[in-house]
């Protein structure tokens, strides 16, 4: 599946940069391989816009904001957060009607600004932690990874793979045999995998497992938000809980925007924000490590031979399945990189 090339995956919503990361100054991201400028008006109001100005294509993100308008650098045409142009400096008085650049949802939450580029088919994820009280957010990662979103996905709910990609942090490579988890709910917009994974406590890592044992279990609930969203909780033994949100921000068909953040049922005191990050830095980049050198498009119908499969792919197998659904359901066929013929 080239990532880009299906339009129903345009209709959700992906967070693009963090809320602490937008300043004054427009934010230019690469989204669903389109170019677009995030900004925040002098009313605190979030604004997407096509990032090319209609006058010259000039990049709006290039420009600056005056009170609740984005002013293109090259000759200073100013928009408005819906994208219609307020303002042409040179033909004062001149209605400017017909010039506009498409304009898109935004939304703030869990920290960073999510955009949808259409009519959005799902809203965006709610996670319980946050409600259940007890929990605190660690922001993690905002990193661009060269494979498509839809590879680190699978990966996620992949129970294979932990004892060989991270033999060198929690994976037990003399125990290669996982068990197969299971999908405890399904549904249109996702699904659930649990499972347990026997662990090592990487050295280094005992604050934050809090545990000096050197073998632990992981019981997970792994919950996948179609097209590009996965919360991995993780229980330990000793009732710590270290939920993982990890979006793939698809940028284009071969690259990655990596949001992930955790939940967790500590305190600073038990294990800081430096130690959880460093443990999970070691773990997404094992993963990305591998990730990267995939093929960035990965065939949606299983039967097609291109890839061999075991039974611990069941989940990835899973989502082909759905993902070949919404596009049924959206008119859309699979589009596939065009290969020389044999
Ligand atoms: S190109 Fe933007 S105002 Fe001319
Ligand atoms: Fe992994």
């Known amino acids: ?20 990361e937008l300043g004054a100054a427009p934010f230019p991201f690469r989204l669903m391989g389109e170019d677009i400028v995030v900004w925040r008006d002098a009313s605190g109001g979030l604004s997407a816009l096509a990032d090319r ?5 000039a990049k709006l993100s290039r420009g600056w904001v005056d009170g609740n308008l984005i002013v293109c650098p090259y000759h200073g045409w100013a928009y408005d957060a819906a994208g219609a142009c307020q303002r042409i400096p040179q033909t004062p008085g001149v209605p400017t009607t017909r010039a506009q650049v498409p304009g898109y949802r935004a939304a703030a939450r869990y920290g960073y600004v999510w955009v949808c580029l259409g009519e959005p088919l799902a809203d965006i994820p709610v996670f319980e932690e946050p409600g259940e009280g007890g929990f605190r957010q660690v922001h993690q990662f905002y990193e661009n990874w060269q494979c498509a979103p839809f590879r680190l996905m699978e990966n996620s709910f992949d129970l294979a793979h932990a004892n060989f990609t991270h033999k060198d942090s929690f994976g037990r ?3 290669p045999i996982p068990e197969l988890g299971h999908i405890t709910q399904q549904g249109g917009a996702g ?7 026997p662990v090592k406590n990487p050295e280094g890592s005992e604050s934050v497992l809090h545990t000096d044992a050197k073998f632990t279990e992981r019981v997970i609930r792994s919950t996948w ?9 993780i229980t330990y033994p000793n009732g710590l809980v270290h939920s993982i949100v990890t979006c793939a921000t698809p940028v284009d068909d071969a690259s990655t925007q990596v949001c992930q953040w955790a939940y967790r049922n500590d305190t600073e ?3 800081s924000t430096e130690a959880i990050i460093a443990f999970d830095a070691k773990v997404v980049g094992e993963d990305k490590f591998v990730l990267e050198s995939t ?14 499969h075991m039974p611990t792919d069941g989940p990835g197998l899973l989502m ?8 049924a359901a959206h008119g859309e066929n699979e589009v596939r990189r065009v290969r020389a013929a044999a």
């Open 53 to 57: 100005c209609c006058h010259r294509t």
């Open 320 to 327: 082909r399945k759905m993902l070949l659904a919404l596009l």
């Open 295 to 308: 093929d960035c498009d990965a065939p949606l119908v299983a039967a097609s031979g291109e890839e061999r």
């Open 1 to 20: 599946m080239l990532t880009t090339r299906q339009k129903v995956l345009r209709r959700f919503w992906y967070p693009v940069v963090r809320e602490s």
């Open 191 to 197: 699904f659930v995998l649990e499972g347990r994974i």
């Open 173 to 175: 490579i003399d125990d």
């Open 225 to 233: 938000y179609l097209p590009f969203v996965r919360k991995s909780r």
């Open 269 to 271: 005191a038990d294990a």
